[in-house]
């Protein structure tokens, strides 16, 4: 999202969807994940729209859409490639928008290759070190730095080549760009070099839209359908709803969640939708949009404020290690660029002032150097490698359960079982806490518990429910929520823990002249404590992430904020939550008592507008699009945009503005340019520089996959993370020998009855009464292939685990017709572990740790396996079983390594 459109968030929110005339939900089970915001999907159901959902399982989603497709899983980005085939071949797409408010126009450089050239790979792929060097994605004429995503790639090369001339960098930083940004999912921004040169036509051989259209040509309905495993009527019947319900008097929304972003090709899933709404017109607009669903209360929050460790709040990037960076320097990728990264600057003091108030100055940088550094990946999947490898001494798990929650659990438990601490914060003794005493391993006699030197902290935390504070909710939006209960016995909030934990260290180390003390002892550290147990007052937190001005009064916008040290702001997206000192996420004014668009009901960044890029609901002079899809639009009277809605756009800027040559920031955005975090004003097609995979997607099948792919001889995303283990081998795919071993695609997902990996649903009777055991879901023909017994048990194995599950045989499972074969896949549930009331093995134990190369993310929502009838061997038994599969399937290390597989099939 970020990449395409300027910002990591949803486009719209949920009430919106009620003006939807078409709703795709893709890579989500709405109905039984998101059941609250459904009811705005049936509201749009009622006023006559057209609900598709594409799943390979039949759900609760399902039952209640007018079309449902059984797809396989992983096969998505061949699915909606054939729909964006089918808008241009077709003409369907949505001239006026396209060329104005997208880069469709845009020329490509000449030594630009596409996968129709290189069978399967974009120019630029170094199979050595696995990485694109993406200097020949760029326009021609000019040299545009990431709008989001991985905003460090020249030097990502330069550090992978390890030492070897780097031509990438040093070319980009000739052209200019000094050095560019990382972020995962951040908003948008970037630098731009030179004018792109534009054809308005889209005739030109080398425009985004002539590249575009090659590169799709080869998603027919036929191919769609043999690799999809669907029908090509199903794929014709959604191509229709979506483009019938599309242009300018109808207006259709995507929905997807963590079906489509747990793949190792994930982020390009969303990109293949982003490219289909800005064809078909519907970003921007009512009833159009992207809604990512967002899965805990606040990871929307978590990502503005991350717990991520490659960006700072508001998706500033955080500095990478190189030589001699300084304040400047870092700031230097955005400075002079168009749009409102050009005001990086501001928004980058302001949180250093917030941190370091007093202590940060214009003569040390603003404490700039006090910030860590990043001197590699540090995901969570990094540190479980080097919790393993014994390089990590720590851990703390804050609301975390890895040992059932993450990609194979047998990592993750080794990993917290070489550590020489562990903080485990929970309401419940979650498996991550009892692994030494009673994991699997433990069974297995891998570990024993006085062999391991890991010392466990146990420390109760508060509910939601006992602590006042924020969740930022799946469309943006801060709400607030009061302490109801007093938290009893030794439970703290999490904020209560990390003050006093910060306070007694800062205690430890007053009177330090140790220079790595400073940036922990200039801390502003000062919360107004309340109560018995001493809670910092959680109002004062959002009044800093607020930030304040040079008179110590609240800010009201980000358009406050100030490079001179004279605001401090703790996250820019969020400021004007507090202004004037009042808490506007607490609102709760009734929706009976204002617009549909409630705009009085919590508060959304940034600056509370609820649909982002809205300046698009209007054409280029500013009038609604249509009567019936009327939101933003230029009052020529007022001179100024009015409607539904705050504007995403400057609101006195007129539809003719047009920036004069040497022009900066948002100055440089033209009155037509709705897309004001992207360097040209514009939705991206075509993303020339910040993905880690390609600038434009491409059908590859998962990591592991019984079918080979049918469109290139690329099988797998070749730029995909590998984490070669011992414990970490992968399953031969394709029609590599040994594939057929494992002949089911897996995918695993959740039930409405229980949360993630249990610690909220697991310990309570009620829940674990309705959902009692473990299971898979299986469809008669396959339990007939394999002698499974609905209620029966089945062992399932795959080169990681072995592990075991009652049968569910079902018809919602539908066999596929895939490449010429019949292909079964197997549903399980992922929310069990060995703790708590209701208790069964984990389906982690058999997922793969290989990981998109954008955001770390492991594929959860596709990979193999083998089942059969009976319950699995138990120790000492269950270890050869698996090798004995790895065997059979001649595993070795390098099995599913490699990243280019083309040049070998031809
Ligand atoms: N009751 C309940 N609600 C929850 C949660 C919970 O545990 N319980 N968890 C919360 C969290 S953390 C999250 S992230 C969200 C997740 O919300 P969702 O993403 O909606 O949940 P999942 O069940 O993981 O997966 C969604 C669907 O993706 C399908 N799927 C699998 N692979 C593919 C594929 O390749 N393509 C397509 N198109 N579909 C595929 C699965 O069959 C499943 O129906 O839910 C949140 N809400
Ligand atoms: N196979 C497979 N694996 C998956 C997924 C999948 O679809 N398939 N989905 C992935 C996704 S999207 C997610 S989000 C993860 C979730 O994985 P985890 O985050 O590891 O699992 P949770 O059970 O949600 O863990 C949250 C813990 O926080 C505790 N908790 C709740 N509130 C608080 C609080 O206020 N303070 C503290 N300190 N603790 C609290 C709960 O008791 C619970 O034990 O799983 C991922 N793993
Ligand atoms: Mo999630």
């Known amino acids: ?154 030097s990502d090369m330069e550090s992978n080549e390890k030492g070897s001339s780097s031509d990438s960098r040093s070319e980009h930083a000739r052209r200019g760009a000094a050095t560019a940004r990382v972020s995962t999912s951040g908003a948008g921004g970037g630098t731009f070099h030179g004018r792109p040169e534009r054809d308005d036509t889209l005739q030109h051989p080398r425009c985004v839209f002539q590249v575009l259209k090659r590169h799709f040509s080869r998603y027919t309905p036929e191919k769609v359908a043999e690799i999809c495993g669907v029908s090509e009527a199903q794929f014709l019947r959604v191509a229709e709803a979506l483009t019938a319900n599309s242009g300018r008097e109808r207006t259709s929304a995507f929905v997807y969640a963590v079906g489509w972003t747990h793949h190792t090709v994930g982020v390009q899933y969303i990109r293949t939708a982003a490219i ?51 304040l400047a320097t870092y700031i230097s990728a955005d400075a002079g660029s168009k749009g409102y990264w050009g005001n990086m600057d501001a928004y980058a003091v302001s949180l250093l002032k917030a941190w370091w108030g007093d202590a940060a100055t214009a003569d040390n940088d603003y404490c700039f150097d006090y910030l860590p550094r990043l001197t590699d990946k540090h995901s969570n999947y990094d540190t479980v490698m080097k919790q393993l490898a014994g390089e990590s001494e720590g851990y703390f798990l804050i609301g975390e359960n890895p040992a059932v929650g993450t990609a194979n659990g047998k990592m993750n438990r080794l990993g917290l079982a070489n550590l020489k601490w562990l903080v485990v914060r929970d309401f419940q003794l979650i498996e991550s806490a009892t692994f030494w005493k009673d994991g699997p391993e433990i069974e297995t006699g891998e570990l024993a518990p006085e062999e391991i030197g890991t010392e466990v902290f146990f420390l109760p935390a508060a509910a939601h429910t006992e602590k006042d504070g924020s969740f930022t909710n799946t469309q943006r939006m801060l709400q607030w929520h009061h302490k109801a209960v007093e938290p009893t016995g030794d439970q703290r909030s999490d904020l209560w823990f990390y003050f006093h934990l910060g306070r007694i260290i800062r205690a430890k180390l007053a009177g330090s002249t140790a220079r790595a003390d400073r940036p922990i002892l200039d801390l502003t550290w ?127 800027k ?59 001889g690329q099988q797998q995303n070749p730029a995909r993370q590998v984490y070669p283990h011992r414990l970490n081998r992968y399953a031969p795919s394709g029609d590599d020998p040994g ?15 229980h949360h993630t990996a249990g610690g909220m649903s697991r310990w309570l009777p009620y829940l674990s009464e309705l959902q009692p055991e473990f299971f898979c879901e299986v469809s008669p023909q396959l339990a007939a292939e394999r002698g499974l017994e609905h209620l029966g048990w089945a062992t399932i194995v795959n080169p990681r685990a072995v592990i075991e599950a009652r049968v569910l045989v079902t018809e919602r499972m539908r066999p596929l017709r895939v490449g010429g074969r019949t292909l079964h896949q ?27 190369p954008n955001v770390h993310i492991q594929p959860t929502k596709a990979s193999v396996c083998d089942i059969r009838p009976g319950r699995r061997p138990r120790a000492p038994a269950a270890a050869p079983l698996v090798a004995d ?16 597989t083309g040049g070998k099939k031809k």
């Open 1 to 154: 999202m970020g990449t395409s459109f300027g910002r990591g968030g949803a486009t719209t929110f949920q009430q919106d969807l009620q003006n939807s005339d078409c709703i795709v939900i893709q890579g989500s089970n709405m109905a039984e994940c998101h059941p609250v915001g459904f009811q705005w999907v049936m509201e749009a159901k009622q006023r006559g729209a057209t609900i598709i959902h594409v799943d390979p399982r039949f759900t609760r989603t399902s039952a209640v859409a007018d079309i449902h497709v059984p797809l396989r899983a992983g096969s998505d980005i061949a699915f909606l490639g054939g729909l964006i085939r089918y808008v241009l071949e077709n003409d369907k797409w949505f001239r006026e928008y396209v060329v104005a408010y997208t880069n469709a126009p845009m020329i490509l450089r000449e030594d630009f290759r596409d996968t129709e050239d290189l069978d399967g790979l974009f120019s630029g792929f170094q199979e050595d070190t696995r990485h694109y060097d993406p200097s020949t994605w760029q326009y021609e004429g000019a040299d545009v730095a990431a709008a989001a995503g991985q905003r460090d790639q020249w």
């Open 654 to 712: 007129s539809p003719d503005y047009r920036p004069p040559e040497d022009a900066e920031r948002e100055d440089a955005i033209a009155g037509t340019e709705p897309f004001i975090m992207q360097a040209d004003g514009r939705g991206w097609l075509y993303v020339p520089a910040g993905l880690a995979d390609g600038p434009l997607p491409a059908h590859y099948e998962p990591h592991e996959s019984p079918v080979p792919n049918q469109l290139y």
């Open 526 to 652: 000062d919360y107004p404590t309340k109560g018995e147990a001493g809670d910092p007052d959680a109002e004062a937190v959002l009044a800093e992430i607020n930030g304040f001005g040079p008179d110590g009064k609240p800010l009201s916008s980000y358009t406050e904020l100030k490079a001179d040290g004279s605001t401090r702001c703790g996250c820019w997206i969020y400021c004007g939550c507090f202004k004037d000192g009042v808490n506007e996420p607490a609102r709760r004014k009734p929706g009976s008592e204002q617009s549909w668009v409630a705009p009085e009901w919590g508060w959304a960044w940034p600056a509370n507008r609820r649909i982002l890029y809205n300046r698009a609901s209007a054409d280029p002079e500013g009038r609604p699009w249509s009567e019936r899809k009327a939101y933003l639009w230029w009052d020529p009277e007022q001179k100024k945009w009015t409607g539904h809605d705050v504007p995403d756009f400057q609101p006195d």
């Open 276 to 326: 289909l709404q800005l064809l078909l017109g519907n970003i921007g607009r009512p009833g159009g949009g992207i809604m990512a669903l967002r899965g805990h209360a606040s990871i929307q929050g978590s990502t503005d404020i991350p717990t991520l460790f490659n960006i700072l709040p508001g998706y500033l990037p955080m500095p990478h290690a190189h030589d001699h960076e300084d």
């Open 826 to 852: 197997i549903g399980l549930p992922y929310h069990w572990g060995g703790n708590g009331l209701s208790t069964g093995d984990s389906a982690n134990e058999l997922l793969a740790i290989a990981l998109d």
């Open 739 to 753: 594939a057929e071993v494992f002949p089911y695609v897996f995918t695993t997902y959740r039930l409405t009855e």
């Open 885 to 900: 599969y790895q065997r059979r399937a001649g595993i070795t290390a390098e099995t599913g390594t490699e990243a280019v």
